[in-house]
């Protein structure tokens, strides 16, 4: 089997953030074949600058020494995982890119271990425009020598690899840093909604928050884009920030404020997901029409 820059990668999820990642595994000169995706265009984009499709999950597996998964949930990669590993031969890789449960990927590294498969977590921190710069930063969960196997595929997309233990570790670290920032979107909502309520001109108030300690790209692209009338400047789901604090309970249910505040980030967001709204935008949550269907639904 071939190993080091030349391993043959299949990639699963050409969304927003996979397509990025595929071009730079292609500027990287590492050999690549996708698969169909619902946004037709990024998948023929990436056969122009010479990609293969794979017409079936089956046809992935078997033609490619690494199989990448960037996919919306954890469900969704232990499902490809299971279809694919009877399809798979002793000395393959499967890279999961997805924000997942470290228990999800515990689970499945051990079920790709019995088949001589190897399995890590290496979910990514940036957004589209820095997968397309090939400027993201990944936290991976895996042996060193796994790590070292992945490393020149890693490296084709990212400005920072960072290991931070066994698997599990790298979606752990993940869920951290997503709770965070996912925390903070929260705050910069709850802020300038109130601004507003309470007649706060919130240019002025963005203008000097911005250079204190509040600054920050969240509140910046949430602000920013909401005093110049677009809402979407933050490409990150209502539905993946509800995913990502649900996914990180585990990580707080032994500290009584951590746990508090974990729930009731939960439940905001789970609000704007029942309302309909998981596929809008994270900055969105500052548009008022969106703030108004959310308390037509209380």
Do not use: W
């Amino acid at each position: 089997m071939s190993n080091g820059p030349q391993q043959k990668i299949g990639f699963i999820g050409v969304g927003m953030m996979g397509h990025g990642i595929c071009l730079n595994l292609i500027k990287a000169g590492l050999p690549l074949t996708v698969i169909a995706h619902r946004n037709r265009a990024r998948i023929d984009d990436l056969l122009g600058r010479g990609a293969a499709e794979a017409k079936s999950l089956r046809e992935l597996a078997t033609g490619v020494d690494v199989v990448m998964i960037c996919v919306n949930s954890a469900d969704s990669v232990a499902e490809l995982v299971r279809e694919m590993l009877p399809a798979m031969s002793a000395g393959k890789m499967i890279i999961d890119v997805t924000t997942s449960k470290p228990e999800t990927s515990e689970m499945l590294a051990a079920e790709a271990k019995a088949k001589g498969v190897t399995f890590i977590d290496a979910p990514v921190v940036g957004g589209p425009p820095q997968a397309a710069e090939g400027k993201l930063g990944t936290f991976v969960g895996g042996s060193e020598a796994d790590l070292e196997r992945a490393m020149p595929i890693l490296q084709a997309y990212s400005a920072d690899v960072a290991h931070f233990g066994p698997i599990g570790a790298g979606n752990k670290a993940k869920l951290l840093n997503n709770f965070l920032t996912i925390g903070l979107r929260q705050l910069v909502t709850q802020t300038f909604r109130a601004a507003r309520r309470n007649g706060i001109d919130e240019a002025l108030l963005y203008r000097l928050a911005s250079k204190g300690a509040a600054g920050s790209r969240v509140l910046d692209q949430f602000v920013q884009g909401a005093l110049a009338g677009d809402y979407t400047r933050n490409k990150f789901s209502i539905a993946n920030c509800h995913k990502d604090v649900t996914y990180a309970a585990p990580l707080f249910a032994d500290d009584p404020d951590g746990k508090a505040i974990q729930e009731v980030m939960q439940a905001a967001y789970g609000r704007l997901v029942a309302a309909g709204l998981g596929v809008r935008m994270s900055s969105e949550m500052l548009d008022p029409e969106v703030e108004a269907q959310v308390k037509r639904g209380a």
